[in-house]
Nanobody, 121 residues
Framework: QVQLVESGGGLVQAGGSLRLSCVAS????????LVWFRQAPGKEREFIAG????????TVADSVTGRFTISKDYAKNTVYLQMNSLKREDTAVYYC??????????????WGQGTQVTVSP
C-alpha cells in the first residue's frame, strides 16, 4: 500500500504562486512514478506533471509549461508542484497519484485526497 498526502493548496490572486507538496509513504512508495492531476468543476481530470521512478524524468503538460515546475525530494519521497503566474483557469482540485507503466500505458494505483487551489481575479 502507498499513502499519498497532498498539502499547500489555498486561495491566491491571479499572478501569484503556490507550491503543492505530496508525501508518498509506504513500503513500496519509492518505486512509483509520482504525478499531479487536476480537476476543475465540470471538466475531466487533467494530467499536469509527473516524475518517473528510476529515470527521474520530469514531464509537464503543455498547458502549464513555463509556469509550473515539478520536483522531487528523494530523501523525503515528496514531490512538489511549484505553480507560478497562476491564472483563474488553474482553479481546480489538485491530486497526487502514484503509478506504474504497464506496456506503454500508465496505470495509477494510488491517489491522494486532493487539495483545492482557487485563483481569484
Amino acid at each position: 500500500q502507498v499513502q499519498l498526502v497532498e498539502s499547500g493548496g489555498g486561495l491566491v490572486q491571479a499572478g501569484g504562486s503556490l507550491r503543492l507538496s505530496c508525501v508518498a509513504s509506504g513500503r513500496t512508495a519509492s518505486y512509483y512514478d509520482l504525478v499531479w492531476f487536476r480537476q476543475a468543476p465540470g471538466k475531466e481530470r487533467e494530467f499536469i506533471a509527473g516524475i518517473m521512478f528510476g529515470s527521474g524524468r520530469a514531464t509537464v503538460a503543455d498547458s502549464v509549461t513555463g509556469r509550473f515546475t515539478i520536483s522531487k525530494d528523494y530523501a523525503k519521497n515528496t514531490v512538489y508542484l511549484q505553480m507560478n503566474s497562476l491564472k483563474r483557469e488553474d482553479t481546480a482540485v489538485y491530486y497526487c497519484a502514484a503509478g506504474v507503466t504497464v506496456g506503454s500505458r500508465p496505470r495509477y494505483d494510488y491517489w491522494g485526497q486532493g487539495t483545492q487551489v482557487t485563483v481569484s481575479p
